[in-house]
């Protein structure tokens, strides 16, 4: 079973995977902030510009986005759940941010309006179906010469705690999910080489990869959380009762207790970030 199309349809999958995230919407913030502000200052953002943030989540990167762009400008998140949209509008509405707009789509396929002058994502592109279509179609999302950042996952075993879990689920389940750098999932744009070949297939010029690093500290109990809550093994155990999810929790506990030191496991976000010119 691939990490990735646990279902046909994306949009199920996302719909309730984005329930999920949204329940641990300030944990992946928290997590995931450094990351998101490499991926707004690679972008270069000046004011007045209008920005496409895609797979925007609960729309962390977006309100980033929009501080750079101010209300003169204009920030916009797309994803495929409505639920974690939902959360996007009441934070937006919340913090009184002017210039933001939330729309869900599908980038694979949305006709995207106006042009944009970048397009940023933080883990938000490695899930397409068909990344050359989506690429083309972002490509035909910005202006020319407008700006492509984004952040992905490299590869499994430059993120080796990933598959600890899994490994440690595996006895307990029919089956666990698979990491896949071919397919849509967390590493389908693992790759470097594939990602520039679907970029420049896109349209994208000047292409740019580089590795970008973060320790991520986290609390033992927040690294489980990732691990049985956010992470792939979250719809594998969702069929099993009780027993099962009991045995798998005991497991991957076991298996993780060697990453952490006084409370506090340092799982490194090993990823890349990529930038290009449409």
């Not at 309730?16 to 995230?21: D, E, I, L, N, Q």
């Not at 990869?209 to 973060?214: A, K, M, Q, R, T």
Request: proline content about 7%; glycine content about 8%; some cysteine.
């Amino acid at each position: 079973m691939s990490d990735a199309v646990l279902e046909k349809d994306m949009s199920a999958y996302w719909d309730r995977a984005g329930k999920v995230w949204v329940e641990q919407q300030a944990l992946l913030d928290r997590l995931y902030a450094p990351i998101a502000k490499v991926v707004v200052d690679r972008a270069d953002l000046r004011a007045g510009e209008r920005v496409l943030d895609i797979g925007c989540g609960a729309g962390a990167t977006t309100f980033e986005a929009a501080w750079r762009v101010g209300p003169q400008g204009l920030a916009v998140g797309a994803d495929i759940s409505g639920a974690l949209l939902q959360l996007a509008r009441q934070r937006a509405g919340e913090a009184g941010l002017e210039g933001v707009d939330f729309v869900q789509a599908d980038a694979q396929t949305h006709v995207f309006d106006p042009p944009f002058d970048a397009i940023i994502s933080r883990f938000g592109v490695m899930f397409f179906p068909d990344p050359f279509a989506a690429f083309e179609n972002l490509r035909r999302a910005v202006r020319p010469g407008g700006r492509l950042v984004f952040a992905s996952w490299r590869s499994a075993e430059d993120n080796a705690i990933a598959g600890v879990p899994l490994e440690a689920a595996a006895p307990f389940l029919p089956s666990v999910p698979v990491f896949e750098t071919d397919a849509p999932g967390r590493f389908g744009l693992a790759d470097p080489d594939r990602t520039r070949t679907i970029l420049e297939a896109g349209g994208w010029r000047n292409v740019r990869i580089e590795p970008l690093d973060d320790p991520t500290p986290v609390s033992f109990d927040e690294l489980l959380t990732m691990s049985l809550r956010v992470g792939p093994l979250n719809p594998a155990l969702a069929n099993q009762d009780e027993a099962v999810r009991e045995k798998v929790r005991e497991a991957v506990t076991r298996a993780l207790e060697p990453y952490v030191k006084d409370g506090v496991a340092r799982m490194n976000s090993a990823c890349w970030l990529v930038s290009a010119e449409g």
